[in-house]
């Protein structure tokens, strides 16, 4: 596979609530040091509300475009790339080009939904459309409000959640060096993270308070963490074998699970310290948003052509890679 694509803008942005670590544990009436010690979670931002969605959606895109020198009408595609769903009906990515007015119109669109790794397969479909030459220019946003549907008997999923918001501009180039995406997914692991309520199985007219946990995030941590044990070294192996690449070589941008979870991966994997970029500490784990959260600022401190690891696991259970420069 070779890399069809350049990232050219980027930005992201975080909620005004912010709430720390020793806030949740007095707020739960947990030991103090709880959270921090279980999730790594220092600070993390909670949205307000709809309109602080809305606001800080078109707030990333606006500041994306301006970071690549682009406009709207330079767009020809628009990928949401969320686990946070807006409503059933129509999709995220066509309420975010209402949410970006007038100069949006008629902008192809499209949701590309895989809970976590969302930014990583929406960067690998682009990748592919560009390389049909259906498309030319995409607008990816990861717009992520996931606080709102914790349970709070469950601490160790509660606390760690955080709200945040990206967007990326992407351009497509002509033949470009090897890359690679994986994604695999292996359905051992696909009630470890879940919520059973809102879709077809379990419909939102059957909701009473009665079943409020089954419409809440629900996560088994440790079945999490022994899968990604089992089946990750190998995919990390495949992706540095198509690419010829070597571990220390490339920058690593991991999904921000947890800091347990991140710590892991890392020693787990043989990963560099020095190259393994993560700040979960600051923020949370942002769903879909943390991979080009972290990977906006990282950006910005490499040069063009830098290669780039961007490793996770998300509901499903799955798990994905990619190597490209940047």
Not at 70 to 98: F, G, K, T, W
Not at 157 to 182: H, I, K, Q, W
Not at 196 to 219: D, I, K, N, T, V
Request: charged share 15%.
């Amino acid at each position: 596979m070779n890399q069809h694509f350049k990232i050219i803008g980027s930005a992201r942005a975080l909620p005004r609530k912010a709430i720390s670590a020793a806030e949740l544990d007095c707020r739960l009436g947990l030991p103090p040091g709880w959270t921090a010690r279980h999730t790594g979670v220092l600070m993390r931002h909670h949205c307000s509300g709809p309109e602080e969605a809305e606001q800080l959606t078109r707030a990333v895109c606006t500041h994306a475009l301006t970071d690549a020198g682009r406009s709207l009408a330079d767009i020809d595609l628009i990928v949401d790339a969320s686990l946070c769903i807006q409503q059933p009906i129509p999709y995220n990515a066509a309420l975010v080009q209402e949410i970006l007015g007038p100069a949006a119109s008629g902008i192809s669109c499209l949701d590309v939904h895989a809970s976590c790794l969302g930014f990583v397969v929406a960067l690998n479909v682009v990748n592919g459309l560009f390389a049909s030459g259906n498309a030319q220019r995409a607008l990816i946003v990861c717009a992520e409000t996931h606080s709102q549907g914790v349970n709070w008997k469950e601490p160790e999923s509660a606390c760690l959640m955080g709200d945040g918001t990206t967007a990326y501009v992407v351009e497509a180039v002509s033949r470009g060096n090897p890359c690679s995406f994986l994604v695999e997914t292996f359905a051992e692991g696909a009630h470890l993270c879940e919520v059973r309520g809102g879709g077809h199985r379990l419909p939102p007219y059957l909701y009473s308070e009665s079943m409020r946990p089954a419409f809440q995030f629900h996560m088994d941590g440790k079945a999490v963490h022994k899968l990604a044990s089992r089946h990750l070294p190998q995919l990390l192996a495949k992706v540095l074998t198509q690419t010829s690449r070597r571990l220390d070589e490339l920058t690593t941008i991991p999904h921000q699970a947890s800091g347990p979870a991140l710590d892991l991966m890392r020693r787990r994997l043989g990963l560099p310290e020095d190259r393994f970029h993560s700040s979960i500490a600051e923020h949370g784990n942002l769903v879909a948003a943390g991979i080009p959260y972290v990977l906006d600022a990282v950006r910005r401190r490499l040069p063009a052509g830098s290669p780039i690891l961007l490793l996770g696991t998300a509901a499903g259970y799955t798990q994905a890679a990619a190597v490209f420069e940047l």
